[in-house]
Structures are given as C-alpha cells and as structure tokens.
C-alpha cells in the first residue's frame, strides 16, 4: 500500500521483517492452537491469521501458495470426520442416522464400521480435525509471510552444507519452470510427433539438457568461490562432536518417549528432554565452528520482529494456560454450544497484532518503480511496472 | 415342640427376609440368577468401595452403555478419546477426563455371556458391546496389571428356559435391581463365589441368618477376599460424588453432561455468545477488507 504523504513524516518504511521472527510467530500459534478444541476460539484463531496473512503478505510467489495450505486444512477436517464416522464406532445419544453396521469377520474384533450416526461423535470429530487444520494452517501462513531463500540464511553453520543444497533448489527451481515454458513454446512452432509419450520425450530432453548445463555451470562458479571444502577439524573435534551429537539424539527420543507415555518414570520425561536438547544444541555449536563463513547483509533484529515474535509467544503460553486452569474452555463438551473465556478470546486476538506491528511488506511493483516517484508522487506511475519475479 | 419351633423359625425367617427387601435394592442386589437378565458388576479394586453388582432384568442384547445406565451406574467419557470411559460413579475424581487414562490406572470393560463361567476381556466400547440375556458385564479398576472383576459371572443353570415360576426379576428391574430373588435363586450359583455374594449380600442385610437352604451363600464369599460384599459398599460408593442410585438415574438421560461438571475447575466465566459472535465477525470481515483493498492497490 502506498504511503501518503500527509502521514506522520516516520511513516514505516516497507520492509521484508526477519523471517524467523514470522515462524516464531506461527508456531507460537500453532503450540496454542494444539493446546485447545473449542472450535470457536480454533475458528478466531483462524481469522486473525487471514488477517495477519491478508495484510502482510508480499505478492512473490511463494506468498501466493496460502490458498493451498486453507484447501488443506479444509480436507483434513473432512477427512477426520469421514474416519470418525465409519470407523469411530457408536457413542453419543442423539441418533442422526441409522446405518447399518456392517458386520466384521472376528479376527478384526476391535473395529467396527459404520453403525448409527451420531451428533456427539460428528462434533468429536470436528473438533480434533479443527485443531490438527489449525495447525497446518499457521504453518502455511509462516511460509506466505517468510521469505524463504532469506530464511536459509538463518540456518546454522552446523548444517551448512544441507543449507547450500536447498539455496541451489530454491533458486533453481523457478529457472526450471521458466525453461519447460521456453522449451514448450518452441516445439509449439515446429512439427514433430503428436502422441502424448512423444510430445513429452520432445519436451523433456532439451529441458534435462539445459538444466544440465545451469547445475555445470552454477558448480564451477561455486568451486570457484570455496564452496565444498570441509573446514580444518582436529579427530578431537570431530569426536566431540559426534559424541554430543549422539548423546543429544538418545536423550531426545528417550525424553519424547517418556512424555507421551504416561506410565514410566518422571525422571526420564522433561529431564532427559531438557539434557537431551541441550546435548544437541552444544554438539552442533561445536560442529559449526569449523565452518567459516560471512554473511553477506545480514537481517537484524529490530524491535518490530521481537514484537511479532512476542505475539506468538504470549500467544502459545495463553493457550497454555487456558489448557490448564479453564480446563471446559479449552476443551468443551459436545453436549452443549461451547463457551468462550476472555483469556481465551484475549488469546486468539493477540495473534492478529501482527497485522499492525509488523511493517508493510515490499511489493515488487514499489521494488521496480523508480525511486522519485516512489516518496513524494502519490500518482500512479503511467508505465506498468515489471514483474519479474526474480528474487 | 419341633413343628412349632420350626414353624417359628420359618415365620422369623420369612419376617426377616421380609425385613431385608427394603435394604436390598439399596444394599445392591444381587446379580440376575435366572438366564434373562444382565448382571452388572462394578470392581472398584484399590480405589475403595469393594464389588458392586446389580441386575439389569431387561438388558439382554442391549449395549453396555444402555445397561449401565439403566442400572443407575454414573459413566463418565473423555472428551478427547471419544467412547473412553475414565470414571465410574465419579472415581477416580483425581482424573481430569481430557486424554484417555494411562495404562496403568484405567477402568476395563469385561463380560461373560452366562455360559463359560468366565470373564471376557472386551476390546470394543461401551457403546457397541452387546450383552446376551443371560450374560453379565463388569467394570474393574486396573492398577498395574490388567485385573479381572472379583466376583465371578453368574452362569444360567437353564439357558433360556424362564420355567420355574421365580419371583421377579421382571417387577421393574431398575435402579437398585430387583432383590427379592437372588436369595432363592443362588442356588444355581454353581461358580463357587458368584452368587454367593449375592447370597451373602441380602442375606447379611438380614442378619446374616438367610432362609434359604443355598449350599453356597456366606462361605463361599470370604474366600474372594478383597470384594467383600456388605450392604454398606453400596453406602461408601454413594458417599463418591454423584454416585448415589436416583440421581444418577435420574442423570442417565443426560449422560455425559450430568457428570462433566466435577470434571474441571469452574472458574470458566463465558463470555456472552453474541459477543464472540461479533468478534468473529469483525475478524473475518477485516481479513476480508484488507485482503480487497490490497488488491485493489495492486492492479492500480
């Protein structure tokens, strides 16, 4: 959105906010989110990321895949209903449907398939598919507002080749598409073989052949640069690091393993959860340390990115706490319309701050126009800015 | 002196055994001793509150769901595990009904079908487990190992035959049960320990000196050790919220919503729906609003 002129003079510059700062966002949303099936505060939380998304989302085109994530989410709540349905098995009183119940051979004892249809089970099934399309949900919305290849740039040194291999994906990828374009568009010109096996074997092979020679050609230059040498690690180091690695792996899965399964020892749950992830973050600290690399214009954090990350935050730790002290809120009965608390309200609104405290997004058509025009015209310049959709 | 004295303790008897049919429903009668009906045995095992067992006379081929209730036993679900019993009667109350109960303290559903004298672990819920005439259903509290009721099925002597001409078990068999019967009926409580306890129960409440000439009652129940029946288990399990007989009959047609609200704490102050509604509404129209304005801004 343009900014007018006659707005106070500190009018907020459009800027790209530091991609972790979105995911901190998102899933702080998405942990809140999990904590609850009360399908009104789900359905709020819902609208406060379309709100979010709607207002600070830029028109690249990793933004536009929003759309996708809600047909998602819509497919998983259908999903969740269908299975509760036919394979739930009946429970709940106020009878919708009678269907037959299909009887089953005796060595699948434990399931049984299809049976009256209920209100009650209906809402169960609902619900728990509210929460799990919430969730994916605001993990869609981090993908539309975060920018990607930026976010690579966050990655740390310990995985820095992982990190290189998806910047080369990432950037490769919409040459790719645009040379199947290119290539489509000439064999359109000339004759040739018309079978749908032909027709792709035509299309495919100079498509192959040029994304050959990019990857050749992108690989010299990068040799060139350094890339692909391992840094000078010491066998200490390295034993270190493995060892840290590994401890942090046990200590990790032995911890989640304790956490879900409520009947072993207390001391193996967030203790070893605790010591197993700090083993992991230490062993990776150490294996960065070989690899020496600089940034080139690194994104800093302002406090604009720790105000949206606060969101998230406050956001997940209301949830947290509405789960555990307002237990009928966060998870209400089917029998009756669910209600609503003010913390729980104060929750899902929070998440919508973003929307406002985040600065407007760069667009590519205020990226292309010339800069004069950009401060002091508020006229629409006359020329249709280009879209290239480079970055 | 023998024909009168006999006569005197046969009046006594009687006038006791008449004394001890108020009681009984209230003492938990006993379970159903002819092939019609559905025994109904609660376990409370380590929680405290010993065996409990009623007779559903009308609950043949019906889910256990319908028998519990009927019987006037409190279930409770979970919210998120669908069809997961986590309280019986309102115990354990330490349970927050969210998630499903941990392995190791939860409540198993058993029935017998009358004939095997045995207990059949069930794997399918309360709501599509089907119970024969005849047969029984239990709920047994589970602390570490999986733990059969205490009290063994009663197993029909006559599958189906309704011959002898046995007082009750159709004169309303509802809350409380039916109790006149099991103490002439416990006779074909071949099992040792099954209907002894029902035996027992009524014939406890009368002073323990049963009419009947059952070779089983009282002798066979002390040996089941734990489950001991006494007419006040009965008392101690109302003494748990919500547990007592009428109420909870009362709640059987609520159900689930009778017995959620001892479930949570209940400082959940509801906002108005209206309000939420209006919330809801700007939010979205909002989203809505911004998401046209930008493109607008866009194509200009």
Redesign the interface.
């Known amino acids: 959105?343009?900014t007018e002129p006659r707005a106070s003079a500190a009018a907020r510059t459009p800027r790209d906010l530091h991609p972790v700062a979105w995911w901190v966002w998102a899933i702080g949303l998405a942990a809140g989110a999990s904590m609850t099936?009360n399908p009104?505060v789900l359905?709020?939380l819902l609208?406060?990321v379309?709100?979010v998304?709607?207002?600070r989302r830029s028109?690249q085109p990793w933004a536009r895949a929003f759309r996708l994530y809600l047909w998602l989410a819509a497919a998983i709540v259908v999903f969740r209903v269908l299975f509760?349905l036919v394979f739930?098995?009946?429970?709940?009183?106020t009878v919708l449907l009678d269907l037959p119940e299909v009887p089953l051979p005796d060595w699948v004892?434990?399931i049984?398939l299809l049976?009256p249809l209920t209100l009650?089970?209906l809402l169960?099934g609902l619900y728990?598919g509210l929460r799990l399309a919430m969730i994916v949900v605001c993990v869609g919305a981090a993908n539309a507002l975060a920018n990607p290849k930026r976010l690579l740039r966050s990655v740390p040194p310990a995985l820095y080749e992982v990190g290189t291999a998806l910047v080369v994906a990432v950037s490769v990828l919409p040459q790719f598409a645009e040379s199947v374009r290119r290539v489509r568009r000439a064999q359109e010109l000339r004759a040739g073989e018309q079978g749908r096996v032909a027709r792709l074997r035509r299309l495919l092979v100079p498509v192959l052949e040029d994304a050959l020679d990019r990857s050749l050609a992108l690989a010299a230059g990068m040799d060139t640069r350094g890339y692909g040498r391992s840094g000078a690690a010491t066998p200490a180091e390295r034993r270190t690091t493995g060892a840290l690695m590994l401890l942090g792996l046990c200590g990790i899965v032995v911890g989640v393993y304790a956490v879900l399964?409520?009947?072993a020892p207390r001391l193996l749950a967030v203790p070893m959860l605790v010591l197993g992830v700090a083993a992991a973050g230490a062993g990776l600290l150490s294996a960065g340390r070989r690899v020496e690399r600089t940034r080139y214009r690194p994104d800093h954090w302002h406090p604009a990115e720790l105000a949206v990350a606060g969101c998230g935050v406050l956001t997940a730790a209301i949830g947290w706490w509405v789960s555990g002290?307002?237990?009928?809120?966060a998870?209400?009965?089917?029998?009756?319309?669910p209600?609503?608390?003010?913390l729980a309200?104060a929750g899902a609104?929070v998440a919508?701050l973003p929307?406002v405290l985040a600065p407007p997004p760069r667009?590519s058509?205020a990226r292309a126009a010339p800069e004069p025009s950009r401060s002091t015209d508020p006229l629409?310049s006359s020329t249709p800015a280009p879209r290239a959709s480079t970055r | 002196m023998s024909t009168g004295a006999r006569a005197a303790a046969a009046l006594l008897a009687g006038l006791l055994f008449l004394a001890g049919l108020p009681t009984a429903p209230s003492a938990g009668a006993a379970t159903c001793t002819d092939g019609r009906g559905v025994s109904v045995v609660v376990d409370f095992g380590a929680l405290g509150g010993g065996v409990q067992d009623t007779c559903d006379a009308d609950g043949g081929g019906k889910s256990a769901a319908t028998i519990f209730a009927d019987s006037g036993v409190a279930l409770t679900y979970a919210q998120r595990a669908a069809g997961f019993v986590c309280r019986v009667e309102g115990v354990p109350s330490s349970d927050p009904c969210i998630n499903a109960a941990p392995a190791d303290a939860y409540w198993g559903l058993w029935w017998s079908d009358g004939r095997t004298g045995t207990w059949v672990y069930s794997s399918i819920g309360t709501s599509s487990l089907t119970v024969p005439a005849g047969g029984s259903v239990a709920f047994a509290w589970n602390s570490g190992a999986r733990t059969q009721p205490g009290v063994a099925p009663p197993v029909a002597a006559a599958p189906a035959a309704p011959s002898s001409p046995r007082p009750t078990p159709s004169t309303g068999g509802g809350p409380g049960g039916s109790a006149p019967t099991p103490v002439t009926g416990s006779g074909d409580g071949s099992a040792p320990g099954s209907a002894p306890g029902t035996g027992a129960g009524a014939g406890s409440a009368a002073g323990g000196d049963a009419p009947t000439a059952a070779p089983t009652p009282t002798a066979g129940d002390r040996p089941t050790g734990g489950p001991t029946r006494e007419p006040k288990d009965r008392d101690t399990a109302t003494a748990s919220p919500s547990a007592s007989v009428s109420p909870s009959a009362e709640q059987e047609d609520t159900g689930i919503e009778g017995t959620q609200e001892s479930a949570a704490t209940t400082d959940d102050a509801g906002l108005p729906g209206w309000l939420v509604a209006v919330v809801l509404a700007a939010v979205f129209a909002g989203a809505g609003l911004v998401a046209v304005r930008r493109r607008g801004t866009v194509r200009r």
């Open positions: 959105m343009s099936t009104l359905v709020l609208g406060s379309l709100l998304v709607a207002a028109d509760r739930g098995g009946a429970y709940g009183e004892m434990g049984t049976g009650e089970s169960v728990d399964d409520r009947t002290h307002q237990v009928l809120v998870y209400p009965d089917v029998a009756s319309v209600p609503v608390s003010a309200l609104l919508a929307a667009l058509a629409p």
